[in-house]
């Protein structure tokens, strides 16, 4: 039997951070090496425009630095199949076809849609765009026939429309495509230095490509125990960010001997962030070593890229012809 499809997608935002790593990204690399899952990524490219039509000139620079971050980390174009989605036009044409069956308010009752136009007040989201987005995203999804799709909890909404777009369109026409089911990624609740969510607009997030002097002044800043003000308190690693980040990345040994420590004000947070800046450098090296290689083979980016796409394309290609089979258009 042939392995399952699944597919995810993000939108280029430009390098990516460790609360990105160690949620959807380390999630994709996890799949991929199970060797369980013909694996399809994307750059959502067409998606980053719902939010960004305004301001573009930054999105083809964000798609090459995101994709030299998913092979730095370990995707592998041997093992699964990385494309852009305005390369394969087939998208557009399907969620065409998917918004004539897609009632409004579906699409009305969207709380991501909600949140997100309520929450990014500058940019002027009462577009035709922003409102389809999840039929876009249904039509990415199920041009694959995709049985899988790995997405955080903040992406299950539109999973839930994609399988609901997917019915009505097997009920009306035929039934071409099967419904996909969400496989949850479970998150360590990573936060920024400042002790906030980890995000690239409250300039709080550590890269991926951080290293050196850089990263060691990030993590040194960072928020710890807000109760230890002194080295003389003794602190609680709980509630230290600090510490989620040392479990991550320290070996087991040293974080019971930190978590003990901490707790007796045998340990400085100095000396802890050390600790930590240290070991992040060592697991990140190999990262760090393909980064350098692709950033001096960005032709070998595009090759990647390019191979993707034919790919998808041929996938697309034949999807389209039952579509529009179906569809008697
Ligand atoms: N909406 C997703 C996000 O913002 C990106 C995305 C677009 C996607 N199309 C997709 C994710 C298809 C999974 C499957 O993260
Ligand atoms: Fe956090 Fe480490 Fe300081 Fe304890 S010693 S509060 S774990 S930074």
């Not at 090496?33 to 964000?62: M, P, Q």
Request: aromatic share 8%; proline share 5%.
């Amino acid at each position: 039997m042939a392995p399952k499809r699944i597919l995810s997608g993000m939108r280029p935002t430009g390098k990516l951070h460790l609360g990105n790593l160690h949620g959807a990204l380390g999630n994709w690399v996890d799949l991929q090496n199970s060797g369980k899952y013909d694996c399809f990524y994307f750059v959502a490219d067409w998606h980053a425009l719902t939010s960004e039509y305004s301001s573009t000139k930054e999105i083809r620079d964000n798609i090459s630095s995101m994709v030299i971050d998913w092979l730095s980390v370990g995707l592998d174009p041997q093992k699964c199949t990385l494309f852009v989605q305005s390369a394969i036009k087939e998208h557009a044409e399907l969620f065409l076809l998917l918004s004539m069956i897609t009632p409004l308010a579906w699409l009305e009752r969207n709380p991501t849609y909600k949140e997100m136009k309520a929450e990014l007040v500058s940019k002027d989201l009462s577009t035709f765009g922003f409102l389809g987005y999840p039929v876009l995203q249904a039509a990415d999804i199920i041009m694959y026939k995709a049985y899988g799709v790995p997405v955080g909890v903040d992406q299950l909404p539109h999973v839930e429309l994609t399988r609901e777009i997917a019915r009505r369109f097997n009920f009306l026409y035929a039934e071409i495509f099967p419904i996909p089911e969400p496989l949850l990624t479970g998150v360590p609740k990573l936060l920024g230095t400042d002790g906030r969510k980890m995000s690239k607009s409250y300039d709080n997030s550590i890269y991926i490509s951080d290293r050196g002097s850089v990263l060691l002044q990030k993590i040194s800043s960072m928020f710890t125990d807000p109760q230890r003000v002194k080295k003389s308190d003794p602190g609680n690693p709980e509630i230290c960010n600090v510490f989620t980040f040392q479990n991550l990345y320290s070996e087991p040994e040293t974080v019971k001997e930190i978590d003990a420590n901490c707790r007796c004000a045998a340990i400085g947070c100095t000396d802890c962030k050390k600790i930590l800046a240290r070991r992040i450098a060592e697991v990140l090296k190999p990262v760090h070593e393909r980064m350098d290689y692709y950033l001096k083979n960005p032709d070998e980016i595009r090759e990647i890229i390019a191979e993707g796409n034919k790919k998808a394309t041929k996938i697309a290609r034949q999807t389209m012809g039952e579509v529009r089979a179906a569809v008697k258009i």
